[in-house]
């Protein structure tokens, strides 16, 4: 199966909130650093939150204070609590880990997505006002 699932995504108003979560069936290596990236059509995937295997979390400004990502390691998974939604979070939401131990403490930024080995499908977020 795919080495990434994601669940949680739908739509939901302004203000509102959705928590995504992402089962990983990775057992080759131990996931490091898991993050949530999110593209819209025509731009860039842009790393949204990133976690690494200390807990350490790092995320772009525009969701700082709104979005929240935790990960359950014994259980495989990886959270995003989204609150207090806006419309510019409408996006296809994708998880991603990789093997490498990146540190996003003391504001380290999140890793590019090309430093990602593992990838899910998405799973979409839509905010209407």
């Known amino acids: 199966g795919a080495p990434l699932v994601e669940s949680g995504g739908g739509a939901v108003h302004s203000g509102g909130s959705v928590q995504l979560t992402c089962v990983h069936s990775?057992?080759?290596?131990?996931?490091?650093?898991m993050s949530w990236f999110r593209q819209v059509p025509g731009k860039e995937r842009e790393g949204v939150a990133a976690?690494?295997?200390?807990?350490?979390?790092g995320y772009h400004d525009s969701v700082k204070g709104r979005f929240t990502i935790t990960r359950d390691d014994a259980k495989d998974t990886l959270f995003l609590q989204m609150d207090d939604l806006k419309r510019e979070d409408t996006a296809m939401y994708y998880c991603?880990?990789?093997?490498?131990?990146?540190?996003?403490?003391?504001?380290?930024?999140?890793?590019?997505?090309?430093?990602?080995?593992?990838w899910g499908q998405g799973t979409q977020v839509t905010v209407s006002s």
């Open positions: 991603a880990a990789t093997v490498t131990d990146y540190s996003l403490r003391f504001g380290m930024p999140i890793p590019p997505a090309n430093q990602f080995e593992y």
């Open positions: 990775i057992d080759e290596y131990p996931v490091r650093c």
């Open positions: 976690i690494d295997s200390d807990g350490g979390a």
